[in-house]
């Protein structure tokens, strides 16, 4: 007999009285309450040694009480202990009942603790009155339920037999689904369902709305989503009355989550676990757990790491030191370090839609086993090998992940003994999805050793049966794959087919996902034109420098050569980093994209793909922006580095999913910078930033927390490195910022100890077709000129706030502006969209106060926010502003909230209403990043005129931030303030 684990004090002697016995119960209930488990089993263990002494049977509910303190503890050693005394003391007394019930708790107890072996001889010693294998003699599942509905025992009540018929259903269904066999799983749960609901079992005994959650459940892990939720709609429709409503909407809740994110509803998902994790608190039990990391895997899915990561640290602080949640730190850890690993390799995109199935354990449960090599095999309780160490959808989901391992590292031997071994597992399930799934890893396999055409036709039974199983994440990850095997085939018009039913599906499941959560979670689906920058780009180093740097010829030679082809690449980037917008808003096309052409397949390698789709897109893109006068003047005439103006540089970056490249062109130089820094991680920082900016103002607190996200995006979009050098040298930086890095507020960020806007005046292109260099090195002042002026202040019958100071603030500076006798004010109920839109034809300058409206579901209905006909709001749209020729235009002020917020469009076009000006013909625009002080804008705006006598508009703008971040009287020097105005163009 093994040692006991845990205080379990030992008694023996005088069997204790009745009296006695109920109030050690009672006390062992309390300590059960009150989550002291080891105290608990003591006084269990004390009740179960007296009544073995005197001889009296025990009763089930105390087996059933050890068992719980034991699992709850992580000791299955001592429960086993503990019940197979009380069996023996059962067989003594010839209580078969009691017999049966200590065999059924001790198969749940080795069924908790993954040994499978021991719970199959426990069980049949239950069932069949012998420990032999259940299914043997061809004994079938069904045959076996229906064994178990026949068994009887002499003395016992109709409801005793019907609840003991009904224990056995649900304990065998467990094994089975341990071992992967989930229809009769599932059959035997309905068999209980059926029996608790039909002899109305008073609920001490069963739960009906449990044994419905368990039935969902199995559903799921047989990739079953149409069984489950028809099986949850009628449960919960329909409650059984016998048993009272559930106490807890939890598991429910979690459920729902967990089908809705089999089905796509990622955001759905979401939502349910992000009330589950609000709501729990105190320590944590296994449930928790269990929601914890699935909600973390879920938020890791949807690249929004830095929540995963929040939600685990704050699981982690509710654990103790105890053995039990010693095991729940390490799936923390293993789950904190998947997302870690995603972070640093985010365009690894191979891995497995997160179901909870695959909350894997660490590697010390299965240690790494070289290729050839088969993992140590577990042993049982009883000391027999054990089928698995884990439970099947455990040990399935292990093998997967450690076939895709090997097929990332390139160890293709290694992977087929890994696909080899987890083909032989999925053989013994009968989950559908599991089987489809291992079907698509060896469909992997083919694919990484070039069998391409039998990659095909494993994929193409895929994606129908995902289909038919209503797991539409899979099926996009399956027609990707194909995607691909068809390019490599030379397949021209199958993979063009293909790419449009991923497409179609791709907007399906966006169209279900919040705006947040759909950003988020395209980051990394990266694109064929990023991964063909990020190739030629990265090629560059394959330019080695002369072997001798004694000749000064070589050396100048080589220096040439790496210029033109720094050069080459920024071209190229240029065209791809810049589309017309004029095809997202309006229904006109100019010119069909070009097809994909066939590739022998001794060619058909995945780069030579990208590079025929990607040029095919830059002939496309010369062919629709070619007239555009910027595009044109920039790329054809100024690339030429030494038309660059001295003291001008322009620093482009471009994201990539795992890298950020950075483009310096001054004049006579260029140079690119890889920094490696993820898609995702500039999202992170770039939300932090603005979010903590945010807060300060909203709370009145230090800089500390502010300062700590500026140095985080600062250090991942190398400042210090890249801008650093230019200082002293440069004066005015033009930014081109790519993706996310469209909405970071540039002059806040740090270098070394100093702001980028007390180094540098900046101005920011949306696009390199913007960057109009011929206006960058004046130094005529932004004013005087023709003066427009938009105000409003009422917004009668919308939810909008009234703007008190609007009309005051245009006034203000209008008189700032010499020549302000000329000026034009349109405010209150004059300030309407067609005298407004009229007006701007004739301006030089406008000044806009009043609410805007950015969009981000349809950035192109962005709009400024003004009056209507009859005391209604009227708007003037992104659109109408872009399809006006505002040539005269030469500064527009925007003091409206959120009116820089923008949007990047597929080919990286910005869309905002900043850059919606420069494109109708503006030459400069200053607008805010986020929802400004009315009070504080209104005296920012009269220091900006001020400085703009003096000054160009960009260097206006530098100036007076400057001063207010210096300046801490009425909180100006806060960010909140004076960061938020951006300069967009290079114009007066």
């Known amino acids: 007999m093994p040692p006991v684990e845990g205080p379990v004090t030992e008694y023996t002697g005088r069997a204790l009285p009745d009296q006695a016995l109920g109030e050690l119960f009672r006390h062992a209930d309390e300590r059960e309450r009150a989550q002291d488990f080891e105290a608990a089993l003591e006084a269990y263990a004390a009740m179960l040694q007296s009544l073995l002494d005197g001889g009296r049977i025990v009763p089930e509910h105390l087996c059933d009480r050890i068992a719980r303190c034991c699992s709850r503890l992580g000791q299955p050693r001592t429960a086993v202990r503990l019940l197979v005394t009380t069996r023996k003391r059962m067989q003594a007394l010839g209580h078969a009942y009691g017999v049966f019930h200590a065999n059924l708790r001790l198969a749940e107890t080795c069924i908790e603790a993954v040994e499978l072996a021991s719970a199959e001889k426990f069980l049949a010693d239950a069932v069949l009155g012998r420990p032999e294998p259940l299914e043997s003699q061809g004994r079938t599942p069904a045959a076996l339920i229906e064994q178990i509905h026949a068994l009887t025992w002499p003395g016992t009540s109709a409801e005793e037999t019907t609840k003991a018929h009904v224990e056995a259903w649900l304990v065998v269904a467990r094994y089975w689904a341990a071992i992967g066999h989930f229809a009769p799983a599932i059959e035997a749960t309905k068999r209980a369902r059926g029996a608790v609901r039909q002899a109305r079992l008073p609920g001490k005994f069963f739960s009906a709305p449990d044994i419905d959650v368990s039935l969902v459940e199995l559903c799921l892990d047989r990739g079953d989503v149409a069984a489950a939720e028809e099986i949850e709609e009628e449960a919960r429709a329909h409650p059984f009355k016998g048993t009272g409503p559930h106490p807890d909407e939890t598991p429910w809740l979690a459920l729902a989550a967990r089908r809705a994110g089999l089905q796509g509803r990622l955001s759905d998902a979401r939502r349910s676990l992000d009330r589950l994790v ?9 449930r928790d757990a269990w929601i914890t990391l699935f909600h973390a895997g879920l938020l890791a899915q949807l690249n929004r790491l830095a929540e995963a990561e929040r939600v685990l640290d704050d699981f982690e602080a509710r654990l103790d030191g105890g053995p039990v949640h010693a095991a729940l730190r390490r799936e923390v850890a293993s789950r904190r370090q ?21 909350v894997l354990e660490g590697e010390e449960e299965a240690p790494h086993a070289e290729p050839g090599q088969t993992r140590p095999a577990a042993t049982s309780l009883g000391g027999t090998t054990a089928r698995q160490k884990e439970r099947f959808t455990d040990e399935w989901a292990l093998g997967a992940n450690r076939v895709l391992v090997a097929l990332a590292a390139g160890r293709l031997e290694e992977a087929f003994d890994r696909l080899s071994a987890l083909e032989d597992l999925a053989a ?13 890893y060896r469909a992997l396999f083919d694919h990484a050793r070039g069998a391409y055409a039998t990659a095909r036709d494993a994929l193409l039974p895929c994606i129908d049966e995902a289909a038919a199983q209503g797991l539409p994440l899979d099926r996009l990850q399956y027609l990707e794959r194909l995607m691909w095997t068809f390019a490599r085939l030379g397949a021209a018009g199958e993979y063009a087919g293909r790419a449009a039913e991923a497409k179609a599906l791709l907007d399906t499941l966006t169209s279900t996902l919040d705006h947040d959560d759909r950003v988020f979670w395209m980051l990394n689906r990266m694109s064929r034109q990023d991964e063909f920058v990020a190739a030629r780009i990265t090629s560059l180093s394959s330019i080695q420098p002369p072997s001798s740097p004694l000749l000064p010829i070589g050396a100048m030679l080589h220096r040439f050569r790496l210029r033109r082809e720094t050069l080459a690449r920024y071209r190229e980037v ?3 980093s810049g589309w017309s ?33 990607v040029r095919a897109q ?14 044109t003047v920039f790329l054809d005439r100024f690339l030429p580095l030494r038309r660059i103006p001295r003291k001008v540089a322009i620093v482009h970056y471009y994201a990539v999913a795992d890298r950020l490249f950075v483009f310096v062109l001054s004049r006579g130089h260029i140079s690119v910078t890889i920094l490696p820094t993820t898609r995702v991680e500039l999202y992170e920082a770039v939300r932090d930033v603005l979010s903590e900016i945010v807060q300060q103002w909203q709370a009145r607190i230090g800089d500390r927390r502010v300062l700590q996200a500026l140095r985080r995006l600062s250090k991942g979009m190398g400042v210090d490195q890249i801008l650093g050098p230019l200082a002293g040298s440069i004066e005015h930086v033009i930014l081109v910022p790519h993706d996310v890095l469209i909405h970071a507020p540039f002059a806040a960020l740090l270098c070394g100890e100093q702001r980028l806007c007390e180094l540098f005046t900046l101005s920011i292109a949306p696009g390199v077709g913007f960057v109009d260099l011929a206006n ?26 009234p703007l008190p100071g609007a009309i005051a603030e245009v006034e203000r500076v209008a008189a700032l502006v010499p020549g302000s006798g000329a000026a034009t004010l349109l405010t209150g109920a004059a300030a309407q969209p067609k005298a407004i839109l009229d007006a701007l034809d004739e301006a030089e300058i406008v000044h806009w106060a009043c609410h805007g409206m950015f969009d981000r579901d349809q950035p192109h209905r962005s709009r400024l926010l003004v009056s209507g006909p009859e005391g209604t709001t009227g708007e003037v749209t992104l659109a109408d502003i872009q399809v006006r020729g505002l040539h005269r235009l030469e500064l527009v002020i925007l003091a409206c909230c959120w009116t820089a917020s923008a949007a990047v469009l597929p080919g990286h076009e910005v869309v905002c209403l900043p850059a919606a000006f420069l494109r109708a013909g503006a ?66």
């Open 338 to 358: 998947a997302i870690q690993d995603k972070r640093s390799d985010a365009s690894q995109e191979e891995g497995l839609p997160f179901v909870p199935e695959q």
């Open 923 to 988: 030459g400069a625009a200053i607008a805010p990043l986020w929802e400004v002080d009315d009070a504080m804008s209104g005296e920012f705006m009269v220091d900006l005129y001020r400085a703009a006598a003096r000054w160009p508009s960009a260097r206006a703008l530098a100036e007076v931030q400057r001063s207010w971040l210096k300046e801490d009287a009425r909180g100006r020097g806060m960010a909140f303030h004076w960061a938020a105005h951006v300069h967009y163009g290079q114009g007066a």
């Open 581 to 613: 917008i004029d095809r997202t808003l309006s229904a006109s096309t100019e010119a069909p994209a070009p097809v994909l052409s066939a590739v022998p397949p001794e060619l058909a390698t995945e780069s030579h793909q990208i590079e025929a789709w």
């Open 428 to 440: 013994g399930t009968d989950a559908p999805r599991i089987r489809t799934r291992t079907r698509y």
């Open 618 to 631: 830059l002939e496309l893109s010369r062919r629709t922006t070619g007239a555009r006068t910027t595009r």
């Open 574 to 576: 240029a065209c791809l």
């Open 278 to 286: 609000d709501q729990r608190r105190g320590p944590p039990t296994r």
């Open 776 to 801: 960058v090195p004046g130094r005529r002042r932004a004013l005087p000129g023709r003066f427009l002026g938009v105000a409003v202040r009422e917004y009668p019958g919308t939810s909008w706030k």
